[in-house]
């Protein structure tokens, strides 16, 4: 059975909006007079979506639909509008309302908008059940060596990680930092062979000669592979460059005092920091990443 949070502060339409909802088959109604309230019965209840007039104390309906959209992303938010509010409804779709009905044409539209939101819920929790259970999922990405790409496969990465249910929103914040920082460790240090002792003596010759390397042999042909495997263990990243690599014994030691104060190194510290398992091969022009949902 369908469970529908109804948020209004005035008792009486509270009430009446209640029984129209529970004409529909299969819906169990809850109730909350303000937003406040609202997100402690979400909290508890967690229904699987949420129906809410926009004017309230405490907590308006526009501030109870951001809230959710933070808090509970996975729960949608109709709102109900009344004559003069459309403005303020186009704000709550904004912030993550997934549809709005009228107040005064509620015995219309409410059933309609309530069977497609709660199909659209039901398609999400099964395919919440889907990749509960997967088994390895395996992206490859060959990239040419132009920083402009990282962003894009890192959001790539990202949303995955997010579709899939892996980690929270600070942890997929974290795999991404590490990603961008051996993406860039690949790309101008690996492929293009731009130190990074340049960047902290001369920032616009860091970037000039990273332009300038990008159109000439052999740094031209030099392209940088992306393997990611997902899994409901956790995510691995092997990231290879072709450039000449490098010795890693021979890195310096980045979480000692005087070398956290240099750029160089910074990348490696906020990777180690922030994957579980992290290793080079020999040559120095690939790194392996992992971070594991259960962490020994």
Do not use: W
Not at 124 to 130: G, M, V
Not at 208 to 235: D, F, K, M, W
Request: hydrophobic content about 40%.
């Amino acid at each position: 059975m369908a469970s529908i949070l109804v948020v209004d502060d005035t008792p009486v339409e509270r009430i009446a909006i209640g029984r129209l909802l529970e004409a529909i088959d299969d819906v169990h109604v809850l109730y909350a007079e303000d937003g406040r309230r609202a997100l402690e019965v979400i909290g508890r209840e967690m229904p699987d979506f949420v129906l809410t007039d926009l004017h309230m104390p405490e907590m308006d309906g526009l501030q109870l639909v951001q809230e959710i959209h933070t808090r509970f992303p996975m729960i949608p938010v109709v709102v109900m509008t009344a004559y003069g509010s459309e403005k303020i409804a186009i704000q709550a779709l904004k912030r993550g309302a997934a549809n709005y009905v009228p107040k005064a044409n509620l015995a219309v539209e409410l059933p309609d908008v309530t069977d497609a939101v709660l199909a659209t819920a039901s398609d999400q929790h099964l395919q919440q059940r889907l990749f509960a259970n997967l088994a390895e999922a395996t992206t490859r990405f060959r990239i040419e060596s132009d920083i402009a790409l990282i962003s894009p496969i890192i959001n790539h990465f990202k949303e995955n990680l997010t579709r899939i249910g892996l980690f929270n929103e600070t942890v997929r914040v974290r795999i991404s930092v590490a990603l961008r920082e051996a993406l860039m460790n690949a790309i101008v240090h690996g492929n293009l062979e731009v130190c990074s002792e340049l960047r902290e003596n001369n920032l616009d010759e860091y970037y000039r000669l990273i332009a300038e390397r990008r159109t000439e042999s052999p740094y031209l042909q030099r392209g940088v592979e992306v393997n990611a495997y997902e899994t409901s263990g956790g995510v691995r990243y092997v990231i290879r460059d072709e450039g000449p690599g490098f010795d890693p014994k021979a890195i310096p030691d980045p979480t000692t005092p005087e070398n956290m104060e240099k750029s160089s190194g910074r990348g490696l510290l906020l990777i180690s920091t922030f994957m579980d398992e992290v290793h080079h091969n020999a040559q120095g022009n690939e790194i392996t990443m992992s971070k594991l949902t259960n962490p020994k």
